[in-house]
């Protein structure tokens, strides 16, 4: 059970964190020398500081601290990240959950390296990934087996949304943000269409990660597995939303480039490893037919959209609140384009009649 260190809040300051983080692990690895650890600092993120703390002769052996990102309470759930991380660590699927401080957590190391967008294609790391995320799909929060919640992208969405600025001070910003994406109003407006087109899907509703970028996806060859990482955003959503998003982020972060989107061929063949594996994990005696396998591919696209709009809202609330270096305003303008670029498209697809 993880413990909670109430009142304890860290420092993002890089010259006070590895002091700090020190004293975290003092608590959750008491056996250890803390005055010979070592630290690694994880740079990849643009939301929350990443370092991690480790003894000199087992760098596997690691105790990550993380602390959350300025304001990011307004749009993450931390009790709920808590309770996921406890629930997916007993599944198999996420490390261990130390304790939780006022503005962060820590927990374990997954062994392996974060992808990239070579080898999230390769043909062996794909179907590890299509297994693994048709893994974290079958599995049920203790109380909710039977219940029926709507949709992460629907309330979160519209929660961003309410949370998202209108104006910014800055007239460069202000001008930016006019010219592409109008307004507030027109945000909810176009948000409104698209949530009836995927409340109109046949699709189930999934534990899902909901935020599988390449850096959330490591990879252990001494294993040959993959696990993920990060479930900030952990919740149940359309089963197809993790998989569009997925594909989406094949794109990349810091050089974004949505021609490596996958196509029609190479989403067919994964969407069948995946859903082969998913209907065993849950019992569905039925095998997987051509039907089964485009009716969620269609699903895939269309969430594909839905994930492009989350994303590009939640950039635009941290355009206004973070502090990290990062031109968040500029990437919430990359997603609104691609979804543009797309939706027609996307939205035209239809699944086969069951």
Not at 168 to 194: D, H, V
Request: glycine share 6%; charged share 25%; aromatic share 14%.
């Amino acid at each position: 059970m993880a413990s909670i260190i109430p009142h304890y809040e860290l420092s993002v300051d890089s010259t006070k964190i590895e002091d700090e983080a020190r004293e975290i692990i003092k608590r959750v690895k008491p056996e250890w020398d803390i005055h010979t650890l070592k630290f690694k600092h994880f740079t990849e993120g643009i939301t929350n500081a990443l370092v991690g703390g480790y003894q000199p002769d087992n760098r596997d052996d690691m105790v990550l601290v993380r602390i959350y990102g300025e304001k990011t309470d307004l749009i993450i759930d931390r009790q709920a990240e808590k309770d996921t991380f406890i629930l997916l660590s007993g599944a198999g699927c996420a490390p261990p959950l130390y304790c939780t401080f006022t503005n962060g957590m820590a927990y374990g190391f997954v062994k392996g390296v974060p992808l990239d967008e070579k080898m999230v294609k390769d043909a062996n790391i794909r179907i590890l990934i299509a297994k693994e995320m048709a893994k974290l799909h079958s599995l049920k929060k203790s109380g909710e087996e039977n219940s029926n919640p709507v949709p992460y992208v629907f309330t979160k969405l519209q929660n961003f949304i309410n949370l998202a600025p209108d104006n910014f001070p800055e007239p460069e910003r202000q001008k930016t943000f006019e010219s592409e994406l109008k307004s507030k109003a027109a945000i909810q407006e176009e948000f409104n269409m698209l949530k009836g087109r995927l409340e109109a899907l046949t699709c189930d509703v999934v534990f899902s990660h909901n935020d599988l970028l390449l850096q959330n996806i490591v990879y252990d060859s001494q294993s040959n597995t993959v696990g993920f990482i990060d479930y900030e955003y952990g919740f149940y959503n359309l089963q197809a939303f993790d998989i569009g998003n997925h594909f989406n982020e094949y794109a990349g972060v810091d050089e974004v480039d949505y021609s490596r989107f996958p196509d029609r061929d190479y989403q067919l063949t994964w969407i069948r490893v995946y859903l082969e594996e998913y209907y065993s994990l849950i019992g569905r005696e039925s095998r997987v037919s051509d039907a089964d396998v485009e009716r969620l591919y269609v699903q895939v696209n269309q969430c594909a959209l839905g994930s492009h709009f989350f994303w590009g809202v939640w950039a635009l609330i941290q355009a206004k609140y973070s502090k990290i270096d990062f031109d968040f305003l500029a990437y919430s303008v990359t997603r609104f384009k691609e979804y543009f670029r797309r939706r027609d498209g996307f939205l035209s697809l239809k699944e086969p009649q069951i």
